[in-house]
C-alpha cells in the first residue's frame, strides 16, 4: 500500500513552503484519548524554508528564501528551521545556506535551527552563526540508504559525531526520525523500530526528538501507536510531532493548523495566533506571490483557512501587527559622552535591533549600567546582550574583554548600582578574548583586515573557540559578534575618535547589512537649541581627520566618504538620507548624570530618532550595505578572503542511485495526522 501512494504521491508537485502536515478535527481527541486532555500550548516549529523549499522543483533565489524566513519571524513565530547544511550535491535547492543564515533578520526571541548531516554540515552552519542544529536519522535502513547512503548504524556515528561537537560548541541539538510510521522503499515500520531510534537520538543529547512520518502514510491510529511505544524510550516532554498530509495536498497551511489548534483548545498558542491572526496577509500572500513567481507554476494557496469567511471575520476583530522596519541602528558611544544616548535609549523602541559601539575604555562601565537597567526596567538582559557590541581600540583588549563579559553574563554586570560584583580578572580577559578570536574565525571577511582566522585565534590564545559557541554564550548572531573582533583582533584604523568611529560605524552597518543612523547634526541642534555653547560638529570633525592619520586603503575610503558626507551639514528628517551615520561626536560634552542637558535632550533625542526610524522604510536602506564597500587591495600580498556567497557551487553530480533519493524522482509527501506531543513541526513542501 505504502508503495503505491508513494508512488502517486512521488509525482505530484510540492506545495509551497509554509504548509503543513494536514490536522483535522480528530487530532484533539487523538490528543486527548492519548492525555486525558487537549496540551495547553503547542509550540509550533516552522519548517517550511527547509523541508519545503529542499522538495521545490526550482532553486528558490537566496533573496526570496531570507525575505520568506522574515516574514515569518515577523509572524510571531518562534521557532524557524530556517535551512540545512547538506551536500549541495544532494540537495541543491539549499545550497544557498550560509548565504540564507546570514542574511536573515534575526528576532529576538526567535530561533532558527538547521539541519546538519555530518561534521562537515555542522562546521558550515557553526561558520554561518546557527545557535541550533538537527540530526535526522531513519528508522529505515533502505530510507537511510536513499537519504543519507549509508546505514542507520553509520549514520549514528556520523550523527553522533555532530552531536557531540555541537554540544562542546554549547549549540542544542534537535532529533528527527525519518520514516517513524512508513518507508517508501520498505513500507511499514515497526513502531518499535521507531521508538528505538528516538531512543538513540535522546542518548545522543538531543533536547527533543521529532518523529517524522516523512511520507504522509500515517493514520491516527498508526501515528498513536508509534508515539506510545516512543513512551517507553522518550519522556513525552521530549517527543514532537512532523507530519505530512495524506493525498493530494501533501501539505497543510499553517495558519490552518494554528485555526484548528485555536479551535481545539482555549489557549492559543501565541506565536501561532500571531502568524494566524494578525498578519497573514502581509507574511504569506507576498511570500507566495513572490514564490509563486519564482518558479513559475502559478500554484494556488493550500491553506483552507485563507479562502474562509472565517479568516477576514478573524482579521476584522484582530489588530494588525505593527510593520517593523527592518532596520538595525549602530549607536556609536563615544567616551563618555555616550551617557545622553543611553538615556535615549531607554524611550526607545525595542523593536529596532541596536548594536552599541563603545569605542573607549570609559564607555564601559555606562554600558555595563545600562545592562542593570535594562534587566530591571522595561528591557530584558538578554535582549540587551543580544545587541550589544563593544570594541575598543587595539591594545585594549584586556578591557575589551571585561566589557563584553560584563555585557553577556546576566550576572556579572557591575558599575555604579549594580548589585553583583563583576567575575574574576582571568575569566573575563579568557572570555573576551576567546570572544573576538571567535568572531574574527566565523567570517572570511576579516582577512579585508589583513588578519586571518588562524593567527587571529592563534594571537588571541583561543585556538579552539568556535563563534558559534561564544555567539551562544552572549546570545548574539555571529555575524553581530564578527563585528566586535574587526578592529579588537584586525588592525586598528586610528585612535579613538569620532572619525574613526564614523568608519567603524560604517564598516558595522556594512556588515549588519543594516543602516548607521548619522546622529551629530541632529544632536548638535538639540544642543544648541538648548543653550549648549558646542563647536561645531564638522569643525571637529574636520580636525579628527587630521588625527586620524589614516593610511590603510581600506580604510581611507570609507573615511572620506564619511568626512564627505558630514560637510554636507544636517540631514533633513523629513528627507532622510540614504546612509545615515549616527553618532555623538567628542564635542559633545555633557558628562555627568547632574548635567540638565542629558536630562532635557535625551528624550528629545529619542523622539527625534523614533520617528526618524519610522518613516526609514525597510526598502530604502537595501543599497545601502555596498555603500561602503572597501576599493581593491592596491597590494598584492593584502589579502581578502572570498566571502562564502562567491564562491562557486559545485555542479550538482550526474544522477546515480545514491542521490535519488531526495532529488529525483522528488520525494514522496506526506501524509496526516497526529499525536500526543506538544510540538509540532510545521512542513512545507518535500520530504
Ligand atoms: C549525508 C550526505 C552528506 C552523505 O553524502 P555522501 O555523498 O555519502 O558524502 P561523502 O562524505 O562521500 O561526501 C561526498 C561529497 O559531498 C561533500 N559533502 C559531504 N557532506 C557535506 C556537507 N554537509 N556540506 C557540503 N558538502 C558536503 C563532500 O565534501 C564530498 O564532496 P566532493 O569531495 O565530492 O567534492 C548526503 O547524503 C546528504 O547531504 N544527505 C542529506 C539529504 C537530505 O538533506 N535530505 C532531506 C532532509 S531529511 C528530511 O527531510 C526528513 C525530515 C528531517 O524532514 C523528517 C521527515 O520529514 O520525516
Known amino acids: 500500500m505504502y508503495g503505491r501512494v508513494a508512488a502517486r504521491l512521488w509525482h505530484r508537485k510540492a506545495t509551497f513552503s509554509q504548509r503543513v ?5 480528530s487530532i484533539a481527541s487523538e490528543l486527548k484519548g492519548i492525555h486525558g486532555s487537549f496540551p495547553a500550548a503547542v509550540k509550533i516549529v516552522e519548517v517550511g524554508p527547509r523541508d519545503g523549499l529542499q522538495n521545490e522543483p526550482g532553486t528558490v533565489p537566496t533573496s526570496v528564501k531570507t525575505k520568506l524566513i522574515d516574514l515569518l519571524s515577523d509572524s510571531g513565530l518562534l521557532v524557524i528551521e530556517a535551512t540545512s547544511f547538506v551536500s549541495p550535491k544532494w540537495v541543491p535547492q539549499l545550497a544557498d545556506s550560509e548565504q540564507v543564515l546570514q542574511q536573515i533578520r534575526r528576532h529576538p526571541g526567535v530561533r532558527y ?22 540530526i535526522f ?3 529505515s535502513e533502505a530510507f537511510s540508504k536513499k537519504n543519507l547512503n549509508c546505514t542507520i548504524d553509520e549514520s549514528f556515528k556520523r550523527f553522533g559525531d555532530v552531536a557531540v561537537a555541537a554540544q562542546e560548541a554549547g549549540v542544542p541539538v534537535r532529533g528527527y526520525v525519518s520514516c517513524a510510521v512508513g518507508c517508501p522503499y520498505q513500507g511499514e515500520v515497526a513502531p518499535e523500530a521507531a521508538a528505538q531510534i528516538a531512543g538513540r537520538l535522546l542518548d545522543l543529547g538531543c533536547y527533543e526528538v521529532s518523529m517524522g512520518d516523512t511520507i504522509g502514510v500515517g493514520t491516527p491510529a498508526t501515528v498513536t501507536r508509534m508515539f506510545q511505544a516512543c513512551e517507553a524510550a522518550v519522556p513525552v516532554s521530549k517527543l514532537a510531532a512532523h507530519l505530512h498530509d495524506t493525498g493530494a495536498t501533501g501539505n497543510v497551511a499553517t495558519e490552518d493548523v494554528v485555526y484548528l489548534l485555536e479551535a481545539a483548545t482555549a489557549q492559543t498558542p501565541k506565536a501561532a495566533g500571531v502568524l494566524c491572526f494578525s498578519s497573514p496577509a502581509h507574511s504569506h500572500s507576498t511570500c507566495q506571490t513572490e514564490l509563486w513567481t519564482v518558479d513559475r507554476q502559478q500554484r494556488p494557496s493550500a491553506s483552507r483557512l485563507r479562502h474562509s469567511a472565517r479568516l477576514a471575520a478573524a482579521l476584522n476583530s484582530r489588530p494588525q501587527q505593527q510593520e517593523i522596519p527592518a532596520i538595525r541602528v549602530i549607536l556609536l558611544c563615544h567616551g563618555a559622552q555616550a551617557q545622553v544616548y543611553n538615556e535615549s535609549i531607554f524611550a526607545f523602541d525595542n523593536s529596532y535591533p541596536v548594536v552599541w559601539w563603545a569605542v573607549s575604555a570609559s564607555d564601559r562601565p555606562t554600558l555595563a549600567n545600562n545592562a542593570v537597567r535594562l534587566r530591571s526596567d522595561t528591557y530584558d538582559l538578554p535582549l540587551f546582550a543580544r545587541s550589544v557590541i563593544v570594541s575598543l581600540a587595539s591594545g585594549q583588549r584586556n578591557e575589551v574583554a571585561k566589557s563584553i563579559g560584563y555585557m553577556v553574563n546576566a550576572n556579572s554586570t557591575f558599575g555604579g548600582g549594580c548589585p553583583v560584583p563583576p567575575p574574576p580578572e582571568q575569566d573575563l580577559q579568557r572570555f573576551g578574548n576567546a570572544f573576538a578570536a571567535a568572531i574574527v574565525a566565523a567570517d572570511n ?24 559557541r561564544l555567539a551562544n554564550i552572549s546570545g548574539a548572531t555571529v555575524s553581530d559578534t564578527i563585528l566586535g573582533a574587526l578592529f579588537v583582533a584586525g588592525r586598528t584604523c586610528g585612535p579613538p575618535n569620532a572619525l574613526t568611529s564614523s568608519l567603524q560605524s560604517s564598516v558595522v552597518a556594512k556588515y549588519l547589512n543594516g543602516t548607521c543612523f548619522y546622529i551629530g547634526p541632529i544632536l548638535d541642534q538639540l544642543l544648541i537649541q538648548n543653550g549648549s555653547t558646542i563647536p561645531s560638529f564638522n569643525e571637529t570633525y574636520n580636525s579628527d581627520l587630521a588625527l586620524a592619520n589614516v593610511t590603510d586603503p581600506y580604510v581611507t575610503a570609507p573615511v572620506l566618504t564619511a568626512y564627505n558626507d558630514c560637510l554636507q551639514g544636517p540631514k533633513s528628517l523629513q528627507n532622510p ?5 549616527y553618532s555623538f561626536g567628542p564635542t559633545v560634552s555633557i558628562d555627568g548624570p547632574s548635567n540638565p542637558l542629558q536630562t532635557t535632550i535625551a528624550p528629545l533625542l529619542s523622539n527625534s530618532l523614533t520617528s526618524e526610524l519610522r518613516n526609514f522604510k525597510a526598502d530604502k536602506q537595501l543599497g545601502l550595505s555596498t555603500r561602503f564597500q572597501p576599493p581593491p587591495p592596491p597590494h598584492s600580498d593584502i589579502k581578502m578572503a572570498k566571502s562564502p556567497a562567491h564562491k562557486s557551487v559545485p555542479s550538482p553530480p550526474p544522477k546515480s542511485a545514491k542521490g535519488a533519493a531526495l532529488q529525483s524522482p522528488s520525494p514522496p509527501p506526506r501524509g496526516s495526522l497526529l499525536t500526543t506531543a506538544a510540538t509540532l513541526d510545521f512542513n512545507g513542501g518535500g520530504r
Open 21 to 25: 502536515e494536514h490536522l483535522t478535527t
Open 113 to 134: 535551527p538547521v539541519l546538519a548531516p555530518n561534521l562537515k554540515g555542522l562546521e558550515r552552519a557553526l561558520a554561518a552563526g546557527a545557535q541550533e542544529v538537527a
Open 137 to 139: 536519522p531513519a528508522a
Open 445 to 468: 571577511q576579516t582577512a579585508l583586515w589583513g588578519t586571518s582566522l588562524e593567527e587571529a585565534a592563534t594571537a588571541l590564545n583561543t585556538p579552539n573557540v568556535t563563534a558559534a
Open 577 to 581: 538620507p540614504s546612509w545615515l551615520y
